[in-house]
Every structure is written in structure tokens, then in C-alpha cells.
């Protein structure tokens, strides 16, 4: 699920921070299994502040961050089924919703992290 106050495309697939499209949790996974993997990424992320200089508990945390992004679906293979490329990081105004983000108002856009 995306931050609340940043636009999320029409077919919730991405929301726009720091003016990029990134992927949101796929919809489909059942709240328990959205909710454990929140928690192993959450643990994951502390791992990465705290590892400090140790380069092998760096990459050990970022590898467990991977794998948490992509039991909820952010990262790897797309959640969806129709095809449609994985756009992600991609500024919206150079990708397949162009016209959605130009029909933003310019608050919106700014929540985006970008007012183009």
C-alpha cells in the first residue's frame, strides 16, 4: 500500500514519490501474509541502520529487504497478469501514464515529489 498522501496511478499499480513511479503491495495477499512480510522488512531495514562498517551483515540485511519486497510484491515479478511492463522508476510524465500525471493538479504533482 502507498503512503496515503501520494498519488497512486488509476489501476493502483504504482505510487509517485521523489518524482518516480515505485510498485505497491500486490492486493491480492491475504492481510496475515501482507502483515508478516511488513514485519521481516521492517526487522530487515533496522538490520541495514545497524550494520554499520560490517559489510557481510550489510549485504545479509539488504538481501533479507529483498526478499520482503518481493513476498509483497514491490519487487520482482510483477502481481499483475496483463501483460503490462514493470514501469517502475520510471518518471510518470516519461511513461505509460503521461496523461494520467499531466491531468494532476499541481499539489498532487508536488506530493509526488515533483511539480513538472
Given at each position: 500500500m502507498p503512503p496515503k498522501d501520494y498519488?497512486?496511478?488509476?489501476?493502483?499499480?504504482y505510487f509517485v514519490s521523489k518524482g518516480r513511479l515505485w510498485r505497491t503491495?500486490?492486493?491480492?495477499?491475504?492481510?496475515?501474509v501482507r502483515r508478516a512480510?511488513?514485519?521481516r522488512l521492517m526487522r530487515a531495514r533496522m538490520d541495514v541502520r545497524r550494520a554499520g562498517d560490517d559489510d557481510e551483515a550489510?549485504?545479509?540485511?539488504?538481501?533479507?529487504v529483498?526478499?520482503?519486497?518481493?513476498?509483497l510484491g514491490e519487487r520482482g515479478p510483477v502481481w499483475?497478469?496483463?501483460g503490462a511492463?514493470?514501469?517502475t522508476q520510471r518518471a510518470p510524465w516519461n511513461s505509460s501514464y503521461a496523461d494520467w500525471?499531466?491531468?494532476l493538479d499541481a499539489e498532487a504533482r508536488e506530493k509526488g515529489g515533483q511539480d513538472f
Open positions: 498519488p497512486q496511478t488509476p489501476d493502483g499499480r503491495t500486490d492486493p491480492a495477499l491475504p492481510d496475515d512480510a511488513i514485519k550489510l549485504r545479509e540485511a539488504r538481501g533479507r529483498q526478499e520482503a519486497k518481493e513476498a499483475w497478469d496483463d511492463p514493470d514501469e500525471w499531466a491531468g
